[in-house]
C-alpha cells in the first residue's frame, strides 16, 4: 500500500493511514454507528481526520480465510456526513487495493457503491465467505421480516 496521503475536496480533511493512537477512536466508531465490530484491526485502516486530528471517517479492507478481500468499516461521525468524506475514504482504498473487491451492505445503500463501480452478485455467484453470510442474513430474516436487506457486491476496478 502506497502511504501517499489523499487530499479530498475538502482541504481541511485528510485521509491517512491509521496508527495505533487511532485505535480507540476507530472502535468508538464504529460502534456509534452501529456497523459490523468483528475483526477490527487499526492496522488496515484509513482514517479521514481534520486539521486538529480528529477523527471524522474511517474504513478498512479485511481479508478473509478464502482469501477474498472486503470494503469494509466504512463510517463517518453522524454530525461530519454529507461532506464527501465517506467518498474520499472508499476512493482512497480503492486507489490503494486492487481488484476484485467484496462488500456486504444494507441493499438500499447499493445505490451508491454503484457510483464506485461495484455490482450485486446472485448467491450462485459469491465466493464462500460471502455466501455464508448471505445464507446466514436471510435465516435471520425470516426470523425477524422487518430486516432491511442484504446485498453482497463486487468491485473489479
Not at 493512537?21 to 456497523?35: E, N, P
Request: charged share 25%; aromatic share 10%; glycine share 6%.
Amino acid at each position: 500500500m502506497r502511504r501517499a496521503l489523499y487530499e479530498p475536496p475538502q482541504k481541511h480533511v485528510t485521509i491517512r493511514p491509521a496508527a495505533p493512537a487511532d485505535a480507540a477512536a476507530v472502535r468508538s466508531l464504529i460502534y456509534r454507528v452501529r456497523i459490523n465490530p468483528t475483526r477490527l484491526d487499526w492496522r488496515r485502516f484509513v482514517v479521514a481526520v481534520d486539521r486538529e486530528g480528529r477523527l471524522l471517517g474511517c474504513g478498512q479492507i479485511k481479508p478473509h480465510p478464502d482469501g477474498t478481500r472486503e470494503l469494509a468499516s466504512i463510517a463517518v461521525r453522524p454530525e461530519y456526513r454529507r461532506q464527501g468524506i465517506a467518498r474520499a475514504v472508499i476512493e482512497h482504498l480503492l486507489a490503494h487495493h486492487p481488484p476484485p473487491l467484496y462488500l456486504t451492505c444494507r441493499t438500499p445503500l447499493e445505490a451508491l457503491y454503484v457510483k464506485f463501480g461495484f455490482y450485486p452478485l446472485a448467491q450462485d455467484q459469491m465466493p464462500p465467505y460471502f455466501r455464508r453470510v448471505s445464507n446466514t442474513f436471510n435465516v435471520l430474516a425470516r426470523l425477524f421480516p422487518r430486516l432491511v436487506g442484504l446485498s453482497v457486491m463486487r468491485w473489479d476496478g
